[in-house]
């Protein structure tokens, strides 16, 4: 599994810190498009010169990296609870589907920015990369199940796993916080669609 990403040290101007700067940039990149967005554009959102961005990251791409990574962390985080945890392979995978959903509710800028990348920079197909790597977990997951007989066999186990996720991911389209389900409801929600049509048969 790839090491879990760090965010570089804080440094720059008193005031303005990496945080306020990663969640401005990342609202603009999910409003006008990472590639469509210039350093120009974020400074005159935050207020401050290029410049002062500059004293804390130092290109465009190297927001983008941090931005993908917190979200990409959160979902290894989660599948290496999975890799610690005893008891059948569907239930582990159920679990890394809810975990992923919480992921998901408590990064939401993050994650959507994540689906969006296409690989034109080092950072995005680095990102893309990282993505492989956890889906292949995935499909690992859904081949033990499989092989415990608690997945239906019908289905290539590759295509199960992007459903899956396909399922999860589909959250940034329309899941808003403010006044809606929590992730815990979500979650159970998600799980419940997605497992109860996947399950083999009782007695097949």
């Known amino acids: 599994m790839p090491p879990t ?3 570089p040290a804080r440094r720059g101007r008193p005031g303005y810190d990496l945080e ?22 974020l400074s005159r959102k935050l207020g401050i010169t290029k410049s002062a961005i500059y004293h804390h990251v130092a290109s465009k791409d190297e927001l983008l990296r941090i931005a993908v990574d917190r979200a990409l962390d959160g979902l290894f985080e989660a599948a290496a609870e999975t890799t610690v945890m005893s008891g059948k392979a569907i239930d582990r995978l159920e679990f890394l589907v809810r975990r992923s959903v919480h992921v998901l509710v408590d990064r939401l800028p993050f994650v959507t920015l994540l689906l969006r990348v296409r690989g034109n920079t080092k950072a995005e197909r680095a990102a893309l990369a990282r993505r492989r790597e956890f889906d292949r977990l995935v499909t690992e997951l859904v081949l033990q199940a499989e092989a415990e007989g608690d997945i239906r066999p019908d289905v290539d186990p590759a295509v199960t796993a992007r459903l899956l996720f396909g399922l999860v991911n589909s959250l940034t389209e329309w899941y808003r916080p403010r006044g809606g389900m929590g992730a815990d409801a979500l979650a159970d929600a998600v799980c419940k669609i997605a497992f109860d049509g996947l399950r083999q048969p009782a007695g097949d």
């Open 5 to 7: 990403r760090t965010t």
């Open 20 to 41: 306020s700067l990663l969640s401005v940039a990342v609202k603009v990149f999910n409003e006008r498009g990472y590639e469509a967005t210039s350093m120009e554009d």
